[in-house]
């Protein structure tokens, strides 16, 4: 499965907007990118996924570069609650196995 | 409906002895995972049930293994515990849809802690 590589760590004041980036530059054509985020004391909970289109949902929005070598998670405005390891995931959607591989994501600090 | 189920949430176990954990998936999710979490190592991929049968299995010793039975629930079981085995062990279940995965659904995990 192809690699992500993300930042180890990034900082927030509450309500601002934060930018989450993810390289994946060994990406299939047949790759999902996935994000899961990991909140203190919890198992990793499903963020948002894409494959070639931005995405939004309730939690967040997902823009993909043109060539999908990267990606970028963006959460308009944090909340303390957003505090957490964000996880980039690649997924190969022709494969039927449930695997996920998680690498040492981004630890995002909300401050109040 | 109710999330993913994993018992018992805390355990603590001598070096040496056996431990079954338990996973309940979400209703109608034939797919389970299991994976282990550390500091050192994060979050660390063991083995994948899909309707009774292991289709995958991560870069553990024998001392893992795991079933799945015809409700869906999962158990993993570690023998011969040791030290390094102290970790939160996690359950995931996923629907499979066709060739796509939906979302994976993560239980709260067991903590498992060998003294």
């Known amino acids: ?112 | 409906k109710a999330g993913v189920t994993q018992t018992p949430r805390y355990l603590i176990k001598t070096r040496g002895q056996q431990v079954t954990l338990s996973c309940s998936p979400i209703s109608g999710h034939r797919s389970v995972s299991w994976y282990q979490q550390t500091p050192g190592q994060g979050l660390q991929f063991l083995f994948e049930y899909f309707s009774e049968t292991q289709r995958n299995k991560g870069n553990f010793p024998g001392r893992f293994s795991g079933r799945q039975f015809s409700n869906s629930r999962s158990e993993m079981n570690v023998s011969t515990l040791e030290l390094g085995d102290s970790a939160l062990y996690l359950c995931a279940s996923s629907a499979l849809s066709g060739v796509n995965w939906a979302e994976a659904f993560f239980g709260q995990g067991t903590r498992l802690t060998v003294v």
């Open chain 1, 1 to 112: 499965d192809a690699k992500t590589t993300q930042p180890n760590s990034m900082e927030s004041n509450e309500e601002e907007p934060v930018h989450l980036p993810c390289n994946h530059s060994t990406i299939s054509g047949t790759d999902y990118i996935h994000w899961y985020r990991q909140l203190p004391s919890q198992g990793p909970e499903y963020v948002i996924h894409g494959l070639t289109s931005n995405v939004n949902n309730r939690m967040a929005s997902l823009a993909i570069a043109e060539d999908r070598k990267s990606s970028t998670l963006i959460l308009h405005r944090a909340t303390l609650r957003d505090a957490a390891v964000y996880y980039c995931i690649l997924r190969d959607r022709g494969s039927t196995l449930g695997r996920l591989y998680f690498g040492r994501g981004t630890q995002l600090t909300v401050w109040p």
